[in-house]
């Protein structure tokens, strides 16, 4: 709104976009970085977030949530890291006027995506180290503090948008039928990992490129837990995306709240964003190959990327 009074709508449009993108990309990158992936590892992976949501980031409101997403999940992980209460209360006021921007910039769904994402990992987060119990109680309730923070200050906008559209033009949910009328991709759409597509329809929300792909599955040879949290948060987002699959039944068509969206491919806001902190994981591990003694076997892996970019 401060732009509108030095430059023209379009323009100040275009440039908060701008900033905002460009938040997103830095702050994924400090998230990486905090799960001790390295320099590199984490810029490649910031570049493939944005890539991979290029069809998200036309506008402002779903560009805020390529900037709301990986800041979230840095605040979390610095929750988790903080040992000292005031620390941890001025994350969650942190995260609580995130949230808010969010609702208020009227980024509905991917919010609500976000919460059950960031739910996850905050059981993924509590579940490691000593005294568990503790420490997924203490991510537990800061999320929530977190949530509850943000939603009274998005309720200004919250409220009213409810009543009047009930947050979606389709406010009586999904038929049954909505399932075979294109609102989730194919088993055919899935080429567009890989080749870039021009349409804006539920499949274009699916490009990520051959690289970053080769990356992403060079992450599977790490051992981390890492590894493993968000390869399974990658697959399941993936499922309730393909047409016919039972979790797009049973999420898109059947489980309230969520049916008030236009679901389905836009649950890959959170696949693409699981599959980001693989390339960069990957990247890390081709990076620790190259460094390490091993030239052969980093040989044999730069052959293997080649050779898959070339098929």
């Known amino acids: 709104h401060f732009l509108l009074y030095i430059a023209p709508a379009y323009l100040a449009h275009y440039w908060a976009l701008f900033l905002t993108l460009a938040l997103g ?3 994924f990158i400090l998230f990486l970085r905090e799960l001790n992936i390295g320099h590199w590892g984490a810029f490649i992976g910031s570049l493939a977030y944005l890539a991979g949501n290029i069809h998200f980031a036309r506008d402002l409101t779903l560009g805020t949530a390529l900037f709301v997403f990986p800041t979230l999940f840095w605040i979390l992980v610095r929750i988790h890291k903080s040992a000292s209460l005031r620390a941890r209360f001025l994350y969650v006021s942190l995260g609580g ?18 919460f059950f994402a960031a739910l996850a990992f905050v059981f993924f987060l509590g579940s ?4 568990r119990r503790k420490q997924i109680f ?5 999320l929530i503090a977190i949530f509850a923070i943000g939603t009274a200050i998005g309720s200004f906008q919250l409220v ?3 009543v009047i559209t009930q947050f979606s033009q389709r406010s009586h949910g999904f038929a049954d039928s909505a399932v075979q009328d294109g609102y989730a991709i194919t088993l055919r759409d899935l080429s567009h990992f890989f080749f870039f597509t021009g349409k804006r329809g539920l499949d274009a929300y699916l490009y990520m490129g051959m690289v970053p792909l080769l990356l992403a599955a060079a992450a599977l040879r790490s051992k981390s837990s890492l590894k493993k ?7 399941v987002s993936l499922l309730i995306s393909i047409k016919a699959s039972p979790l797009f039944w049973f999420v898109i068509v059947k489980l309230p709240v969520f049916n008030l969206f236009q679901g389905a491919a836009r649950f890959m806001l959170v696949g693409i964003f699981a ?8 990247a890390n591990e081709l990076a620790a190959l190259v460094r390490g003694e091993r030239a052969s076997v980093s040989k044999k892996a730069a052959s293997f990327m080649i050779l898959g970019a070339a098929l």
Not at 128 to 131: A, W
Not at 229 to 235: E, I, P, S
Request: hydrophobic share 60%.
């Open 97 to 114: 006027l995130l949230i808010g921007y969010a609702w208020l910039m009227s980024s509905y769904f991917p919010t609500l995506y976000l």
């Open 25 to 27: 990309a830095v702050f």
């Open 160 to 162: 009213p948008a409810y």
């Open 128 to 131: 490691q180290g000593f005294e």
């Open 138 to 142: 203490i991510m537990l309730s800061s």
């Open 275 to 282: 599959a980001s902190v693989l390339v960069g994981l990957g």
């Open 229 to 235: 949290f968000f390869f399974w948060v990658f697959l």
